[in-house]
Structure formats: structure tokens, C-alpha cells
């Protein structure tokens, strides 16, 4: 695994490949990485992984400042992969090194948490543009569990590159909770929360078949696991997986959820 510190020697390490697949992350590498990294070496040549955490998408400093970073576990565990070709680890300038960008997220994608999160996706959208550019990656492997970012970057990117976006399934540990870096900010009693939460949100999907007044029910279960759990859900929708607009039926849509425990932010979906 050959760790990049900055453009050039990106470039010139990249060059003589043309089936390159990248797995773009924020680093503190967990399984649910792990596994698109796999996938991307099973379909390509040659798989790169960025550690970079972007500052503009964060809309709360706070929150950017928090987020967990351990640089040297990281290449320890992605050596240990044998999987990795490459670990592009850029700074702010190697990123943000040419003009400005105007980008806006359209009024009818404005939900979730394009919604909540003011600035999030038109950091994520150009990070994104700027990575796609600088590496040229046959295809970039992301997470459903982020199945908003990859719906937003999927349909931003394809106008512009000839790179395949590849979703790829949450891995989620034996308590049915998505592995996210942000997990290592909870303690027991927030990890056993959000244990529950997911686990009853797996069976209130499936419930919902049966159910006709799926946006009413969403908002009772909503109120019955703030007071339940004391946890605060910023949003439970059903929506579909083709253009994320409110979904009266289960069949190609998601339940979508954001919430905290003890200030932390989650989202996930089923
Ligand atoms: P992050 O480092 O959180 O920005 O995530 C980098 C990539 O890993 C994104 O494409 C995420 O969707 C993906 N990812 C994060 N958690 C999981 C998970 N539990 N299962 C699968 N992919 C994930």
C-alpha cells in the first residue's frame, strides 16, 4: 500500500492505471468501509482510498472539531487488508487549491438532511467533484447507509464524468446498528439506544405493509421513541429510492431516519 501525501505524487503514481476504483472516506476505518473497500478491489484493477475530512461539509465547527480521527490506526488497518493499493491522504490545499464553487442544491431535493444539515451536501458535492477530478477513478464505491449523499452525488457527477458510483449494502454489527466512526462517541447506554432504535425500526418498516396511514403512524412511533429512549429524531420518513420524494408505500422506499443521543447525530435507513 503506497500512502500519497499530496497532488503530484498522485498523479504520477496513478498514471499508468485506467481501472481504478476509489472508496473516498473521513477515516476512522471501520468494517462498513472495509467493505466497499473489497468490493472496489474484487471489481478493480487497482483500489485507492482518500482519508479527508472535509471541512465544508460540516455546517456545526463544533461537530468538525469532534469528529474522530486516528490517522496511524488507520494505515495499520488498512495495510493489514492486503486490499489497498493506494492511500491518498490530501490537505486542505491539495483539495481547495483552484476556484471556488457554486453549488446549490435544488429546491426539491431540499429534504432530510439537505433539510437539517444547511451547507452539508454542497460541501459533500464538491469535495466530490474535486476528488473525482484530481483521481479519475474508473468507480467511486459508496455506502447506502448514506443513501441520500450517494443519491446526491450519483445524479451531481453523472453529467459531468464518466465515473460509475456503486452503492454498496450498511454493514451493521449483531445488534443491527450501522458501524458509522461516530459510534465511538457513545457509551453503553447510548449504544444500547441506538441498538433498540434500529432494531424496532427493522420491524416497524416491515409493519408499515399493512399499514394505509403510514405518515401518521410515523409521527406517533416518532413521539414513542423520543419519550421512550429521551433521545431527540429530527425526522422518520418513508421515501422513495428512486427520487426521494414521500413514499405512501413500502415497495422501492426506505425509512429514513436522523437522531441524536448525548449531541451526537445519527442517520440511517431500512
Ligand atoms: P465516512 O468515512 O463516514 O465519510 O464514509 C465513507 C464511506 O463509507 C461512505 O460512502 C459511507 O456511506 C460508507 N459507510 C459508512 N458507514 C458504512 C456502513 N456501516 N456500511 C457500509 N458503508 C458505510
Request: hydrophobic residues 35%; charged residues 30%; aromatic residues 10%.
Amino acid at each position: 500500500m503506497k500512502i500519497i501525501l499530496n497532488n503530484n505524487s498522485l498523479f504520477k503514481s496513478l498514471r499508468p492505471f485506467n481501472d481504478i476504483g476509489f472508496v473516498p472516506t473521513m477515516g476512522s476505518i471501520h468494517e462498513g468501509h472495509l467493505s466497499l473497500i473489497e468490493r472496489s478491489n474484487r471489481t478493480c484493477k487497482k483500489t485507492i482510498v482518500s482519508i479527508f475530512v472535509n471541512p465544508k461539509q460540516f455546517n456545526n465547527k463544533k461537530d468538525f472539531k469532534n469528529y474522530p480521527t486516528n490517522i496511524k490506526k488507520d494505515i495499520k488497518i488498512l495495510k493489514k487488508t492486503k486490499k489497498v493499493d493506494f492511500l491518498y491522504i490530501p490537505k486542505f490545499k491539495d483539495i481547495y487549491n483552484n476556484k471556488k464553487s457554486n453549488i446549490k442544491i435544488t429546491k426539491k431535493d431540499k429534504v432530510l438532511c439537505a433539510k437539517y444539515r444547511k451547507g452539508h451536501f454542497e460541501g459533500v458535492l464538491d469535495v466530490m467533484e474535486r476528488l473525482t477530478n484530481l483521481v479519475n477513478p474508473k468507480k467511486i464505491f459508496m455506502g447506502k447507509k448514506d443513501y441520500q449523499q450517494y443519491f446526491l452525488i450519483k445524479n451531481y457527477l453523472k453529467d459531468k464524468f464518466k465515473t460509475s458510483i456503486i452503492p454498496c449494502k450498511t454493514i451493521r454489527d449483531k445488534n443491527k446498528m450501522a458501524l458509522s466512526s461516530r459510534n465511538n462517541h457513545l457509551d453503553l447506554n447510548g449504544i444500547k439506544k441506538a441498538s433498540f432504535l434500529s432494531r424496532s425500526l427493522i420491524k416497524l418498516k416491515r409493519s408499515l405493509t399493512k399499514n394505509k396511514k403510514i405518515k401518521q403512524n410515523l409521527r406517533i412511533q416518532m413521539k414513542y421513541f423520543e419519550k421512550f429512549l429521551k433521545i431527540k429524531i429530527e425526522y422518520l420518513e418513508l421515501r422513495s429510492i428512486k427520487d426521494l420524494t414521500i413514499s405512501n408505500t413500502v415497495r422501492d422506499s426506505r425509512l429514513f431516519v436522523a437522531y441524536y443521543i448525548d449531541n451526537v447525530r445519527f442517520i440511517d435507513n431500512f
